[in-house]
């Protein structure tokens, strides 16, 4: 099983910062990640699949990159619904996808 | 509106079996899998398993050593997670997702459902 590691945990960041999160797998998963938005009492949303392609209707602000084992998610200007936690996944280990333990992304 | 709706919430023994129904509505169910992933209190997001919608092809995560089982009635648009021989750290959020893809699978999600909630206890 590919086991996902994602950092910090928590992420202390004020309004219209830049916010970048990391997510690492314990082997490649080549570019076979995808990032998820959830906000409390909500189900997860898409954001961004095959490491970098957005979702649709997911804003330009939210960009993601790497492949292989290092990944990240960059928000470039947090917005105010943006804080919330994310996770990645990798479905390279195809059919045993697995989930990052998250980070919570909140307001410094 | 495309959506998935979930069935309710469900509180069961130790022992015992839950089965859980997915509604689906607004796109063409059998154009796409349809997967399971479950969120214990505080835990990380954890897959379970996915069916074909267009041929009812089933894929299950070994974690569950053979407790899980999906299945689906296509003139109701639904789809099933059955878990059996519960117990305690069965206690979770269990989603129902939309694979990306129509006809085959490529395992991320688009859709989601909105959760239904199961708790084990004696």
């Known amino acids: 099983e590919i086991v996902m590691t994602q950092s910090p945990a928590t992420l202390s960041v004020s309004p219209g910062e830049r916010a970048t999160l990391s997510c690492r797998a314990s082997q490649s998963v080549s570019s076979n990640l995808a990032w998820y938005q959830q906000k409390p009492g909500q189900a997860p949303r898409l954001l961004i699949y095959g490491a970098s392609t957005r979702a649709t209707g997911i804003p330009a602000r939210f960009s993601g990159s790497g492949s292989g084992t290092e990944f990240t998610l960059t928000i470039s200007s947090l917005q105010s619904e943006d804080f919330a936690v994310y996770y990645c996944?990798?479905?390279?280990?195809?059919?045993?996808?697995?989930f990052g333990p998250g980070t919570k992304v909140d307001i410094k | 509106q495309v959506q998935l709706v979930q069935s309710g919430a469900e509180v069961k023994k130790p022992g015992a079996s839950v089965k859980l129904s997915c509604k689906a509505s607004g796109y063409s169910f059998s154009r796409y899998a349809i997967h399971w992933v479950r969120q214990a209190p505080g835990q990380r997001l954890e897959w379970m398993g996915y069916?074909?919608?267009?041929?009812?092809?089933?894929k299950y995560s070994q974690n569950f050593q053979g407790r899980v089982s999906i299945s689906w009635n296509t003139s109701a648009s639904t789809a099933y997670l059955e878990l059996t021989s519960l117990r305690s750290e069965d206690t979770a959020l269990y989603y129902c997702?939309?694979?990306?893809?129509?006809?085959?699978?490529?395992?991320?999600?688009?859709?989601w459902g909105q959760g239904t909630l199961v708790t084990v206890s004696s």
């Open positions: 997702a939309r694979d990306f893809e129509q006809h085959y699978v490529v395992g991320w999600f688009d859709l």
């Open positions: 069916i074909n919608a267009g041929n009812g092809n089933t």
């Open positions: 996944q990798q479905y390279n280990d195809w059919p045993l996808f697995t």
